[in-house]
């Protein structure tokens, strides 16, 4: 134990930040930048678009799936040896995608690669927050900040540059030496740590494992496939979902419960960490569904194209990037509480200004709100994430690090899933509303028809030019009704932000004081 904390002493800590920073970004772009990828995987291989998404959700699925054995792993062999592990393994996977002779292996590739991923980022947050001194929390996270947030937005960008320029398995050849750097990083310079030989280190919950997993799988099968299948309208989804309802309340009755659990869920008994990771959920939310929506806003009403659209939010990652490291050097000396306000606030502001946006809008009246949203999540995040680890003892950071990425994973998946549901649902409402104005005994129906079909006449016979008109009035129906559903989306969303304000009143800041007091008995 004295071994270890001389090495940690004589490390600088922005030096381990470097090295476990490097592996997570990996992992995290490995996600999205194969997003942009896809329909050239699917022409390479003969496959279908929706066969080639199974190589995104395969990777998204496995990596979840280690989410919930990190803290028994950390307990086994420490964090040091499972980030090796992690690495080697995530390598191994971006060489399977490289030489995968057809689809059915690049998925057996990636399935691979996530399970190498799916322990990183935990046990980089795990890291950070040992090796920084709890004045400097702020500073970690928002490090922390830049692989858990700048990552998914970057990787899209890179993804499309290589494959624009080179081909899709670059996305992965150029993983393969950044590996080895990581590796050669983490052997260097992050703190090795022996973990205690105990019973509990060494017993491995079995019952709760497989009821996480089995939740996970459900509710990740409904996400998938419940819009398809018109959701719970379905026998089979209704049993999917409660399956997942009850795998769910089984695994938290039963790791309250059992001596040895997977993974310590009785870490949300810490007020901070609790309410602290609700409130970061929400934020992981805000970012993931604006990133699904505003693409989607501005190809179907604006007509971008999507690599248009990839451009437009790339000022996003610039703008997240030095959000959060001068947030992280500001929340040394502002209130943690009230610099994270102030993000909400920033953040439900940005998400009104998009409700103003119409047919006709510039790329400034888009790219503006979104920039400002990327001011208000670093400046939420960094703080809230930093208290929501403050008053725990450092020997749950693994298990609670673990726990805060799955329940942030799951709530993020399930919203972004909904967000796409949601606006195809309010959009059949509002057309089903603006249908019943298109009657030829509205007057203003008829001004506008003939308005329409007097333009059409120049071109048209009579018959043609009736025709044209009612059709043109009827695709623009449609995009008035799509554009009020995104317009009701980003104000539910921004009342969000504000509904979870109230929820800082239960966290407490604890101070350096007294843990360098508690750490020093």
Request: glycine share 6%; net charge positive.
């Amino acid at each position: 134990m004295s071994d270890t904390t001389v090495q940690q002493k004589s490390i600088n800590p922005y030096i381990v930040a470097i090295a476990v920073l490097l592996p997570s970004f990996l992992a995290l772009a490995a996600s999205s930048a194969t997003n942009v990828s896809q329909p050239h995987i699917a022409g390479f291989y003969g496959a279908t678009q929706y066969e080639a998404n199974t190589v995104v959700t395969c990777y998204i699925i496995s990596g979840g799936l280690m989410l919930p054995v990190t803290g028994y792993l950390v307990r086994l062999i420490g964090k040091k040896l499972l980030m090796y592990y992690s690495i080697w393994i995530f390598c191994l996977g971006c060489l399977l995608c490289i030489l995968a002779p057809n689809l059915q292996a690049l998925i057996g590739a990636r399935i691979v690669q996530g399970i190498g991923s799916g322990c990183i980022l935990p046990l980089c947050q795990a890291v950070l927050l040992e090796v920084f001194p709890l004045e400097q929390r702020g500073v970690a996270m928002s490090l922390f900040g830049v692989a858990a947030m700048f990552s998914p937005l970057a990787g899209p960008f890179m993804g499309g540059f290589l494959t624009d320029n080179y081909s899709w398995q670059w996305i992965f050849i150029i993983n393969i030496p950044l590996c080895m750097l990581s590796f050669l990083l983490v052997k260097l310079f992050v703190p090795s740590d022996k973990p205690e030989k105990s019973k509990y280190n060494k017993k491995f919950d079995i019952v709760g494992y497989l009821s996480i997993v089995t939740a996970m799988a459900c509710m990740q099968i409904i996400l998938d496939k419940g819009e398809q299948f018109n959701w719970f309208d379905t026998p089979w989804v209704c049993w999917l979902g409660g399956i997942c309802v009850f795998s769910f309340v089984f695994f938290y009755v039963w790791e309250l419960e059992y001596k040895y659990p997977v993974i310590d869920i009785r870490v949300f008994k810490d007020r901070n960490f609790l309410f602290g990771t609700m409130i970061s959920s929400f934020i992981n939310v805000m970012l993931y569904s604006t990133l699904l929506l505003v693409p989607m806003f501005v190809q179907s009403l604006l007509g971008y194209s999507p690599s248009m659209s990839g451009l437009l939010m790339f000022p996003r990652a610039i703008v997240c990037f030095v959000g959060l490291l001068v947030v992280g050097e500001i929340s040394k000396h502002v209130n943690q509480k009230l610099l994270t306000i102030i993000g909400l606030v920033i953040m439900s502001v940005s998400l009104l200004m998009l409700t103003q946006a119409n047919t006709t809008s510039s790329m400034e009246s888009i790219i503006l709100p979104n920039l400002l949203l990327c001011v208000g999540v670093p400046t939420a995040f960094v703080p809230i994430t930093a208290m929501s680890f403050m008053t725990l003892p450092a020997t749950k950071n693994a298990d609670a690090a673990a726990l805060h990425a799955l329940f942030k994973n799951l709530v993020t998946a399930f919203a972004t899933a909904i967000s796409a549901t949601f606006i195809a649902r309010v959009s059949q409402i509002h057309q089903n509303y603006l249908c019943a104005d298109l009657v030829y005994h509205n007057p203003i129906f008829r001004i506008k028809l003939a308005a329409l079909k007097t333009k059409f006449l120049i071109h048209y016979p009579a018959v043609m030019a009736a025709k044209k008109a009612n059709g043109m009035l009827y695709k623009q129906m449609l995009q008035q009704a799509r554009l009020s559903a995104f317009f009701d989306a980003f104000t539910v969303l921004a009342a969000l932000c504000l509904i979870v304000i109230p929820l800082l009143t239960f966290l407490k800041i604890k101070k350096a004081k007294k843990e360098a007091q508690s750490k020093a008995s």
